[in-house]
């Protein structure tokens, strides 16, 4: 049920991601290996730490009930790029 409120309170949400790759393609999907994209590697690791508050009065602010929340990012990413 997206877009549906939880019950008020404090809440601590985290979202974690992990990404890897061994080649690099161009926009048809063909991979490219020639110059400095011929010895390509990623690996993107993530987190996302998200705070959310729920007040037990229902404040609307422009039609929408107010429940600030914010979140804190932290990401390790390791590029490989030509260089052999």
Do not use: C, H
Request: no cysteine.
């Amino acid at each position: 049920m997206p877009g549906m409120a939880p019950p008020p309170g404090t809440y601590w949400l985290n979202y974690s991601f992990r990404y890897e790759s061994s080649s690099f393609n161009d926009g048809s999907g063909k991979e490219i290996q020639a110059g400095p994209l011929d010895d390509f590697e990623a690996q993107i690791t993530g987190n996302v730490f998200r705070f959310l508050w729920m007040p037990e009065k229902d404040i609307r602010i422009f039609g929408g009930r107010w429940a600030p929340d914010f979140g804190v990012v932290a990401v390790n990413k390791r590029l490989k790029v030509g260089g052999k």
